[in-house]
């Protein structure tokens, strides 16, 4: 995770899946607005009842010259949008909605990381452009409120095994 510059890059967190000589583009339209999370795990893990209208950021991006590396979506718990309304806003700022949560009060904002591998859904296959067969790795992403110490955010990443790399010893 990487605490972007303010004064040169505008507020806001990256989380870079690759180096930063890469250019990344979104390979499907940016979704964010208000969407039912009907997954009862990343719901209990949000906080939520199961089915909750909750804000929903979706993100498809990879490399311009590659086929899509990760999907991304983000689940902000809706005391988070009641604190600060403009986490809806500015759809392109990457980290720019975690910002201003933090402003709202609600930072610094802590997170705990799960890592799962599993067989991606027929939708995640047909986005990330592999077969259903292709293990996926699922990386899911709690952040917890400085204020309250209650989750306030939950990503879940979704990136075709294929993509991942060993670390060289």
């Known amino acids: 995770m990487v605490k972007r510059n303010v004064a040169t890059e505008g507020p806001g967190y990256s989380f870079p899946s690759a180096s ?4 990344w583009e979104h390979h499907v339209p940016r979704v964010n607005r208000l969407d039912k999370l009907e997954d009862p795990r990343l719901a ?16 498809v991006t990879g490399p311009v010259t590659e086929p899509p590396f990760q999907i991304n979506d983000s689940w902000i718990h809706p005391r988070g949008t009641a604190a600060a309304p403009g986490v809806a806003d500015n759809p392109d700022s990457p980290g720019d909605w975690l910002y201003r949560l933090e402003q709202a009060g609600h930072g610094p ?3 705990r990381e799960t ?7 027929k939708a995640e296959a047909d ?14 992403r709690t952040g917890y409120s400085a204020k309250d110490g209650l989750p306030i955010e ?6 075709p ?8 010893y």
């Open 20 to 23: 930063a000589q890469e250019v």
């Open 44 to 59: 209990q893990l949000l906080g939520v009842p199961t089915g909750a209208e909750v804000m929903h950021r979706h993100r």
């Open 109 to 111: 904002i802590s997170w």
């Open 115 to 121: 890592h799962r591998a599993r067989m991606p859904s």
């Open 127 to 140: 986005l990330l452009q592999i077969p259903v067969t292709m293990p996926v790795m699922e990386i899911v």
């Open 154 to 159: 939950v990503t879940q990443y979704v990136i």
């Open 161 to 168: 095994s294929d993509r991942l790399s060993r670390p060289s």
